[in-house]
């Protein structure tokens, strides 16, 4: 009987100890340190991992501005890194030299003129006929009547005196003769650097391009900006074609491509000289070094076009003097190019000739005519549709490019 006594109270006590032990976890709970899980809930929320992209939305929604914990300094750690907008990547130009290796490829592969000299000369004794069949070849590239009686005369002279036959000699005979011609001591630089005007102070080296509608005068325009651009050069674009839409629109992709400004007018068929005068003026005040302006390029017969062109010359030359006007000609337009070259230069003093399309030696000649014609170089080449299909023209690489 006692011994279920002391049980009872012995079991009552064990109670009592359980009870009191739930009250003091109950009293911390409510006032007390935070639980393990009630940590986790109250701590700063954690950091974008390192690979969250750049410029992600925070998921959170709010301003996108992170609250780290201080650190150990009490500074506080930076939040997400501001990155600018990357600027265009420009194109940069293929080398000249490479360029000029690339006509001498395609000359080679369509060669004709080198080709039919280099196999006539090359008999052991030469007829009237052959001699024929080398003056039809000539004027055939388009080399011109005045230059190819010149040609003709050297290499009769040279066919009797040195009596070559190896055709090493006679390719050196003819490089020589041809190189005579084409004339590389002509000054075929363009006249691109800034100057000082007539109240003195500085202004831009002034481009005009002129050219027959459909020669690639525009894109030529383009494809030297990148030249310029790679060299650089703060270039300038002046949209002065104002009648045709389609003009002003190719000139500003090409401005777009290498990152030059283009001066145009919202309106079609706006004052040339205007937009022109606008270009040089908004190229002055920006210190840039070259503006090229773009001409409309109607049928050359038309008066109206060569008192335009007249027109804008003086007009652009009232804020910078023109350092050049370069003349687009397609070279497989053969003499009728040569006509252009001729009107136009009475209007504008042409000071280089672009020849573009000169990737086949059918026309080559044209180099040696139009210079001859005019007495002013042939400064580019064009030798494709490509970006870097314009080459400065150099007459030895030209000569050999035929001969190839």
């Given at each position: 009987?006692?011994?279920?006594?002391?049980?009872?109270?012995?079991?009552?006590?064990?109670?009592?100890?359980?009870?009191?032990?739930?009250?003091?976890?109950?009293?911390?709970?409510?006032?007390?340190?935070p639980t393990a899980p009630e940590r986790e809930q109250e701590a700063p929320p954690a950091r974008p991992p390192e690979t969250e992209p750049e410029g992600a939305e925070p998921s959170g929604g709010?301003?996108?501005?992170?609250?780290?914990?201080?650190?150990?300094?009490?500074?506080?750690?930076?939040?997400?890194?501001?990155?600018e907008p990357a600027q265009p990547v420009l194109d940069r130009p293929e080398a000249a030299g490479s360029r000029m290796a690339r006509l001498r490829s395609r000359l080679a592969r369509s060669g004709t003129l080198g080709t039919t000299l280099l196999n006539l000369?090359?008999?052991?004794?030469?007829?009237?006929?052959?001699?024929?069949?080398i003056e039809e070849t000539l004027l055939l590239a388009d080399v011109g009547a005045g230059p190819t009686d010149d040609l003709m005369a050297a290499l009769r002279t040279r066919a009797r005196v040195d009596a070559a036959q190896e055709p090493e000699q006679v390719r050196a005979i003819l490089r020589t003769e041809l190189l005579n011609i084409v004339d590389p001591?002509?000054?075929?630089?363009?006249?691109?650097?800034?100057?000082?005007?007539?109240?003195?102070?500085?202004?831009?080296?002034?481009?005009?391009?002129?050219?027959?509608?459909?020669?690639?005068?525009?894109?030529?325009?383009?494809k030297l900006a990148r030249l310029l651009v790679a060299e650089d050069r703060d270039v300038y674009l002046g949209a002065?074609?104002?009648?045709?839409?389609?003009?002003?629109?190719?000139?500003?992709?090409?401005g777009d491509r290498v990152g030059v400004p283009v001066i145009r007018s919202d309106r079609e068929g706006a004052d040339p000289a205007s937009v022109a005068f606008d270009a040089v003026r908004a190229g002055r005040e920006?210190?840039?070094?070259?503006?090229?302006?773009?001409?409309?390029?109607?049928?050359?017969?038309?008066?109206?076009?060569?008192?335009?062109?007249?027109?804008?010359?003086?007009?652009?030359?009232?804020?910078?003097?023109?350092?050049?006007?370069?003349?687009?000609?397609?070279?497989?337009t053969g003499q009728n190019g040569m006509r252009q070259a001729q009107v136009f230069a009475e209007v504008v003093d042409v000071t280089g000739i672009v020849l573009t399309k000169l990737d086949g030696t059918a026309k080559g000649g044209i180099v040696v005519a139009v210079q001859r014609e005019l007495g002013v170089p042939v400064k580019l080449v064009g030798l494709g549709e490509g970006p870097d299909d314009l080459a400065p023209f150099d007459a030895e690489e030209f000569v050999d490019a035929l001969l190839t």
């Amino acid at each position: 009987m006692i011994e279920n006594i002391w049980l009872y109270l012995l079991l009552g006590l064990l109670a009592l100890v359980v009870l009191g032990l739930s009250l003091v976890a109950v009293g911390r709970r409510r006032g007390g340190a935070p639980t393990a899980p009630e940590r986790e809930q109250e701590a700063p929320p954690a950091r974008p991992p390192e690979t969250e992209p750049e410029g992600a939305e925070p998921s959170g929604g709010g301003t996108g501005v992170d609250t780290a914990p201080p650190t150990a300094t009490g500074t506080v750690e930076p939040e997400a890194t501001v990155t600018e907008p990357a600027q265009p990547v420009l194109d940069r130009p293929e080398a000249a030299g490479s360029r000029m290796a690339r006509l001498r490829s395609r000359l080679a592969r369509s060669g004709t003129l080198g080709t039919t000299l280099l196999n006539l000369l090359s008999k052991d004794s030469l007829t009237e006929a052959d001699w024929e069949e080398i003056e039809e070849t000539l004027l055939l590239a388009d080399v011109g009547a005045g230059p190819t009686d010149d040609l003709m005369a050297a290499l009769r002279t040279r066919a009797r005196v040195d009596a070559a036959q190896e055709p090493e000699q006679v390719r050196a005979i003819l490089r020589t003769e041809l190189l005579n011609i084409v004339d590389p001591d002509m000054d075929r630089s363009l006249s691109i650097d800034a100057g000082l005007g007539d109240d003195g102070e500085p202004h831009p080296a002034t481009i005009l391009v002129v050219g027959v509608n459909g020669t690639g005068k525009t894109t030529t325009i383009g494809k030297l900006a990148r030249l310029l651009v790679a060299e650089d050069r703060d270039v300038y674009l002046g949209a002065a074609d104002t009648f045709r839409a389609a003009a002003a629109e190719q000139l500003t992709t090409w401005g777009d491509r290498v990152g030059v400004p283009v001066i145009r007018s919202d309106r079609e068929g706006a004052d040339p000289a205007s937009v022109a005068f606008d270009a040089v003026r908004a190229g002055r005040e920006a210190g840039a070094d070259v503006v090229m302006i773009d001409t409309a390029g109607r049928l050359q017969n038309k008066s109206g076009l060569m008192d335009e062109l007249g027109k804008i010359k003086r007009v652009v030359s009232r804020s910078a003097p023109v350092a050049e006007v370069l003349l687009v000609l397609d070279a497989t337009t053969g003499q009728n190019g040569m006509r252009q070259a001729q009107v136009f230069a009475e209007v504008v003093d042409v000071t280089g000739i672009v020849l573009t399309k000169l990737d086949g030696t059918a026309k080559g000649g044209i180099v040696v005519a139009v210079q001859r014609e005019l007495g002013v170089p042939v400064k580019l080449v064009g030798l494709g549709e490509g970006p870097d299909d314009l080459a400065p023209f150099d007459a030895e690489e030209f000569v050999d490019a035929l001969l190839t």
